[in-house]
Each structure stands twice: as structure tokens, then as C-alpha cells.
């Protein structure tokens, strides 16, 4: 029988980066759903289509093909129309256009059975802002990954100027306080903990030390 790890938590918590080494040290599957938010993201910004509830969505999801694969180290690639926009979907826009159309009913409808079938299959450690709550509320562990607010754009601001990015800490700041809002008071399925989550702040811990603690909650409860 499989096991489902879910893991919750707030923009720029490092979820993918620290479930991905979790879930290598495990021999788990690591599936970031966040990838697969914005990914949806991105063919709207491409189709011009506002990130709200609306028939343009709609027709927008029945047009397209969203998916993921993984390659021969194990890491997950995410597909639009069969094209690998795993890199595209890593900048500040299309994280905020994410936040917004994550609050979409229909979007949440269109991932929701993909997300279960990979857990159904695979032992998976899989990320988000509501798995514990609302895509795998039956997990065998729920985590909920956090961080403050200043500590999470620090790091977010430090990959970003790694990457040659244009921007400052504040604007990076701004962003993470605004996509808090946006997730923590959104009508369908806010950001929360799950009641039976266990709680890990990181604020004070450094990448290899939270990924430690992920592991250890893990082997400690499966």
C-alpha cells in the first residue's frame, strides 16, 4: 500500500526544494503542485485570459493538457502541451498569477484527480497549500512547513538575484506578504494547517537542517 506525505506551508517556505531532498532520501516520489498551478498560470498569461472565474477559464482548461513526468534522477518535469516549462514557471509573475488562479474553482476541480491518482500509485511526499486539508485529507502524515515572512523573502530574494533576476528585497517581501493574503483568505480551500498536521518552523533553521526535520517527523510517524 502506498504512503501519502503531505506538505503544506506558505509561499517561499521551501517546500519543493525540501520535500525534493525528503523525498531522494526516502525513495518517495516528490510532486509539486505548485508546478501545476502555475503552470495553468502560464497558458493563461500566453492567452491573455484573467486569472478569475470565468468562461475563458473553462474553455481555457479544455483546451489544454497539463502533466507530469518524471526523468532518469527521479525529478519532476512539468508539461504543457507536452512542452517542458518546468524553468518558465519559476518567475515572480507567474507565482502571483499561481496565487490567483489557484482560486478558482474549476482550476482546483481540473488538478484535484491527477494529484490523488499520483498519490494512489506512488509513495509520494506532495507539496501545496491545501493537501492535507483538501487534496489528500487521508494522508498518512501532514505536515505544515512555515517560516516568517522575512525570513521567506530573504531566501526567495537571494535565489532570485542567483538567477539574475531585477528586483529588490522589499518588492520580494511585498510579494510574499501579498500571496499570504491571497492564499490565507481565499473562499476555496484557504491556506491552514490541517488539524492533525505537525508543525515545523524554520525560521531559524538553515536548508540542511530543515530537511533533517522533515525526515525525521516522517520516519517518526510512518
Known sequence: MSI????????????????KRAAKALGYIYVDTGALYRTIGLAAMRAGVEPQPSAEVDSLLSRITV?????????????????????LIRTPEASMMASKISAVPSVRAYLLDLQRDMAKTHNV????RDIGT????DAKIKIFLTASPEARAERRYKELVEKGTDTTFEEVLRDVK????????RAIAPLKPAEDSILVDTTELDFEQSVEAIINVIKENR
Request: charged share 25%; aromatic share 4%.
Open 178 to 185: 501579498e500571496r499570504d493574503y491571497n492564499d490565507s483568505h
Open 4 to 19: 501519502a506525505i503531505a506538505l503544506d506551508g506558505p509561499a517561499g517556505a521551501g517546500k519543493s526544494s525540501i520535500a
Open 125 to 128: 511526499i506532495m507539496d501545496g
Open 134 to 137: 483538501v487534496v489528500l485529507p
Open 67 to 87: 502533466s507530469l513526468e518524471f526523468n532518469e534522477q527521479g525529478e519532476q518535469v512539468v508539461l504543457l502541451d507536452g512542452e517542458d516549462v518546468s524553468s
